[in-house]
């Protein structure tokens, strides 16, 4: 990890790649890495699909080493989604394998000249930059099926479907997962339509021949990795909660707070949240004989995925996480867990952002495209959108474009990206991370569910506006340091909550890169990209007034608790003041 | 004019209109009316479509009085194309009738319970408030029979088509004209939308038994008039060009000079201008037994309108304007007479923004959606938006919404609006205007192009950035003051040229109102317009970054001057230093 890649799509004669020495992005890692890039090289006013906009693919600080939840790999850009700076991560394999290729970053810049499709081969022999039409709009699974019959099954592959080649504001970028399925997704903001703008279709990765990052000791990294991985087995969320029933556990726990947004953020309660529940889905997923508990990548402890098979016990789909869950269910009232699992197969062989299609067809349903609850017609919307029809190219570019284009007004988004599954309003403390996170409503930038909700690693009312800034703005610092060292973000629940643990991912770093990195440090590293990401976007135009939630989250009281959200403005403009 | 006709179409038990005193808007008309009221009672942030927006419809200051040209009728709100203020005008009689009635303005607010559609009758005795959901999705010139009908022909109306109603970015509010028929519209910025948010279908105004507006000076405001009206004849442009070819004599002169953007802002010249020209356009028309020299309403003495009618003799549009034939002619790539009438119809017929749906039209064929200049493609895209197809819903929201449905980089437009028939890079001076103006791209707000091109009131080089800025300031000042006043815009011609005829302006006003206004004055009111609506959009989150070109403008060069939009960034924030 000691070069970047960069290939430029537009070069005369073709795409060209090169490698340039790390200057003065040394040191920097998955979020730091793509944030530091996009804010230093990307004009904040370029059009996000135009040749100057840059799509970062970066692993972590740790990925590609022998640690334990090291396999988070950062996507960046100039978000299509949202006009501002946009990080985007995901699981699987690529990380580890593109850190153990020495790639701290791929630089896709420029555009091709014509609109052909291009697959790129990175092995330790070099890079392949191939045009294949062949490939056009072929689904994430089929892609993936042909790269395994031309490269082999020693490969990651990180890729667009269809929605990504349309140049959609929801389209993901896919990594594969452990079994070489594109089941892990930079889900967030438009990504892949940047992808599908540089004409790559895929990037297909084999790191054999190649070896596992060496650290600066090796001893006290083994040491420290054995601690971090003890810590994290003996909490109750990462040694109990997730791994046996996933993210999904959180199904029951929201309802039960009445924080769980149903029928396009109406109410807090959905009368089918037990059929869809992490406890039911694991359930069922035993019996058909999928996988209640499983990793997404190689070194992975925590387990917090799955394998889900339809009813006649064939693979289906990854294990569908909550807010997937949440997305194509209880906010559009559909209360049926093979649907689920039929809309999160859909959308990543499409290529797409489960929260944003879930939220889009909240709004289409409050539009009267369907009726709320309606399967089949949210499974035929999904399918639209990979068809690429009117309304698919209508419902592919997201929740408040699918709001404009049928004139309503309940779009549940900021800076034009849809919310996650936890109601600002029932949820006062994630709400101040969705109204003020550079990367629009986004529940992973600021994780205050944990103190407002689970308890852990604090305790602030849920309900009340009282101590949600201090807590976003504490968390969104965190965030920023965890997303850049390529940890799992779940990671979180242990270092949060247990000292030794934060000590253990501290030495971790220390022991790899010859640091004497503190706690201080770590909050340092986590002010820094959020300034370079907060200095982008307001280059992009972005103000104060962006980092609002819409109107009528203070307007509409949201049942069972009856709550509009009350943190004040003035206070929202405080997140950012350290 | 002493009284503001509010009408809560959110009231409980039914829409309520109350009569309120002018207080703090006293003396205001036409756009500081409309722009005064929506910066002080709408919140930046609402939602375009909600109960918190308000829609504005105010005549101009000399409306309604025996003064030339006073015609104007202003509609504001916040606009669900821009995001930030705006105020569209329009001719046609309901200006006059309506400050007859003593109404300086109608503000209608809040949001019907249910989706009701209603209209409101207005005429000596009051105001009736009726539902009548027969009227939903009629297109005007069947809305307005309808009407006829019901009021008889001593009416006005201001209405909107299935576009309003559908909510659509591009919808326009109608206005008839002295035939009753409904061909004046206050095209830009949604403002037929925000109309439909409020369950409004159309208001017939009858100013039986009204009297004209009285003067406090009437002989002064008599002879003013004369002055007035001699200075409107004896101008080459009011008095010559106008009344014989319309607006539409300047498709020959942009052409000639380069400045006519032709398939999507490609390219300064095409080939096919002669086909539509305003002198070909004029003969057609005097042939088929039409009109080429009309006015838009009573007491116009430029009369630069006319009547199209189709081959077989019979009426099909009023004379579509120079931006319409632009529009759906040159930058679709059609050079077709026949094909631009029926276009400029069926958006009169369903309430749309000629200019908004030419653009959009151009980016869909950019788009691959049908090829340049295929006429019967372009006729079929805007009854896709009259049906509310997908297809529709797409279109009818705008170029900028076509452009990202369909990812297409070059859309051209500013604060979400696209520019209109003269390209920024070949006219420097309008590029200014597009770029800086709290309306979006709008040639009408500094219509540069007279110095520019023109050589009227000035002489500034077109091709280069030099001197741009002060003249799109001084523009920008002087247009929002005769925005406010009623006048025709196109007043500024002699007004500019000929000190005699801005005194005459002055007189009209000093006498009808008792006042002692000087230039200074004048002056003084436009930059109080245009900081109020300034600072309503920096109240809704606009930036400098909001204040510029996208930036195709600036890297591809325009044929025949293979020219780039040239005045620096720096150089636009200045346009609002006074």
């Not at 793509?34 to 090289?41: R, W």
């Not at 790999?73 to 995901?90: D, F, M």
């Amino acid at each position: 990890m000691d070069k970047i890649l960069r290939i430029d799509m537009g070069a005369e004669g073709g795409p060209q790649a090169k490698e340039t020495p790390l200057g003065e992005y040394a040191g920097f890692g998955g979020r730091a890495m793509t944030s530091a890039i996009v804010s230093k090289e990307v004009p904040p006013l370029c059009h996000a699909l135009g040749a100057e906009n840059k799509l970062v693919i970066a692993p972590g600080m740790l990925s590609g080493t022998i640690a334990a939840m090291s396999g988070r790999i950062s996507v960046g850009c100039k978000s299509p989604l949202t006009g501002g700076i946009k990080e985007a991560n995901a699981g699987g394999q690529a990380a580890q394998v593109l850190a153990r290729l020495g790639y701290a970053a791929i630089v896709l810049e420029g555009k091709p000249k014509d609109d052909a499709l291009h697959k790129i081969f990175i092995n330790k022999d070099g890079v392949k930059i191939v045009p294949d039409n062949n490939l056009r709009m072929l689904p994430n699974y089929d892609l993936i099926e042909k790269m395994k019959t031309e490269y082999g099954d020693k490969i990651a592959c990180i890729s667009i479907g269809p929605a990504g080649e349309m140049k959609m504001s929801a389209a993901s970028v896919a990594c594969t997962d452990m079994e070489l399925r594109p089941t892990r997704h930079a889900g967030r903001g438009g990504v892949g339509a940047v992808m599908g703008s540089k004409g790559v279709k895929v990037i297909v990765l084999d790191d054999s021949g190649m070896k596992m990052r060496p650290p600066k000791d090796p001893e006290k990294f083994k040491e420290a990795n054995k601690k971090f991985v003890e810590g994290l087995r003996q909490h109750p969320v990462t040694g109990q909660g997730l791994p046996a029933y996933g993210t999904n556990v959180l199904t029951n726990i929201l309802n039960e707070v009445g924080g769980y947004p149903t029928y396009n953020f109406k109410e807090g309660k959905f009368e089918s949240a037990g059929k869809i529940s992490g406890e039911t889905q694991a359930e069922l997923e035993v019996k058909r004989g999928g996988l209640a508990t499983h990793g997404c990548h190689r070194g992975c402890v925590i387990q917090c995925s799955g394998v889900y098979h339809d009813k006649d016990g064939h693979y289906l789909t990854k294990q569908p996480e909550y807010e997937t869950v949440w997305a194509h269910g209880g906010n559009c009232g559909i209360g049926d867990l093979d649907a689920i699992a039929m809309l999160d197969f859909l959308d990543d062989n499409y290529g797409l952002d489960t929260i944003e299609m879930g939220a889009t067809i909240g709004v289409a349903m409050e539009a009267g495209l369907a009726k709320f609850g309606d399967a089949e017609a949210a499974i035929n919307m999904v399918k639209e959108v990979g068809k690429g029809s009117y309304l698919g190219r209508i419902l592919g570019n997201g929740a408040a474009f699918t709001a404009k284009a049928f004139g309503v007004e309940r779009a549940p988004v900021v800076k034009g990206q849809a919310m996650p599954a936890y109601d600002p309003r029932a949820v006062q403390g994630v709400g101040v991370t969705y109204a003020t996170s550079p990367m629009g409503a986004d529940h992973t930038a600021g994780y205050a569910v944990a103190q407002n909700v689970l308890k852990v690693g604090g305790d602030v009312n849920a309900l009340k506006p009282e101590g949600q800034v201090e807590l976003s703005r504490n968390l969104q610092i965190a965030t920023a340091a965890i997303d850049s060292t390529g940890m799992c973000l779940f990671i979180a629940f242990a270092v949060l909550d247990q000292p030794d643990t934060f000590q253990a991912l501290l030495d971790l770093l220390n022991a790899f890169y010859g640091l004497n990195l503190t706690a201080d440090g770590v909050t340092e590293l986590g002010k820094k990209v959020l300034t370079m990401e907060r200095d982008f976007n307001a280059r992009a135009g972005f103000t104060a007034q962006h980092d609002r939630l819409p109107r009528f989250f203070k307007t509409e009281k949201f049942a069972p608790h009856n709550v509009t959200f009350d943190v004040k403005d003035e206070d929202l403009d405080k997140v950012f003041n350290w």
